[in-house]
C-alpha cells in the first residue's frame, strides 16, 4: 500500500502563485510515477501533470504548460506542483495520485493505483 497526503492548497487571486506537496510512504518503490489531478465543481477529474521517479520526465496537460512545474524528491519520496499566473479557471480540488505504470501518457485517472484526500485551490478574479 502507498499513503499520499497532499498540502499546500489555499485562496490566491488570479495571477498569483502555490505549491503544493504530495508527501508519500508505504510501498513507494514499487511505483513508476506521480500525478496531479484536478476536479472542479460538476466537472470530471482532470489530468494535469505527472513525472516519472526514475528520470523525472514529466507530462503536461496543455492547459497548465508554461505555468505549472511539477518536481519530486526521490530521497524524500514527495513530489510538489508549482503553479504560477493561477487563473479562475485553475480553481478546483488537485489530487496527488502514484501509479505502478511506467507510460506517463496514461491520462486517465483509472491508470492511477493510489490517491490522496485532495487539496482545496481557489483562484479569485
Known amino acids: 500500500q502507498v499513503q499520499l497526503v497532499e498540502s499546500g492548497g489555499g485562496l490566491v487571486q488570479a495571477g498569483g502563485s502555490l505549491r503544493l506537496s504530495c508527501a508519500a510512504s508505504?510501498?513507494?518503490?514499487?511505483?513508476?510515477?506521480m500525478g496531479w489531478f484536478r476536479q472542479a465543481p460538476g466537472k470530471e477529474r482532470e489530468f494535469v501533470v505527472a513525472i516519472r521517479w526514475s528520470d523525472g520526465s514529466t507530462l503536461y496537460a496543455d492547459s497548465v504548460k508554461g505555468r505549472f512545474t511539477m518536481s519530486r524528491d526521490n530521497a524524500e519520496n514527495m513530489v510538489d506542483l508549482q503553479m504560477n499566473n493561477l487563473k479562475p479557471e485553475d480553481t478546483a480540488v488537485y489530487y496527488c495520485?502514484?501509479?505502478?505504470?511506467?507510460?506517463?501518457?496514461?491520462?486517465?485517472?483509472?491508470?492511477?493505483?493510489?490517491w490522496g484526500q485532495g487539496t482545496q485551490v481557489t483562484v479569485s478574479s
Open positions: 495520485a502514484a501509479t505502478y505504470r511506467y507510460d506517463l501518457a496514461v491520462r486517465s485517472p483509472q491508470g492511477y493505483d493510489y
Open positions: 508505504g510501498r513507494t518503490f514499487s511505483t513508476n510515477a
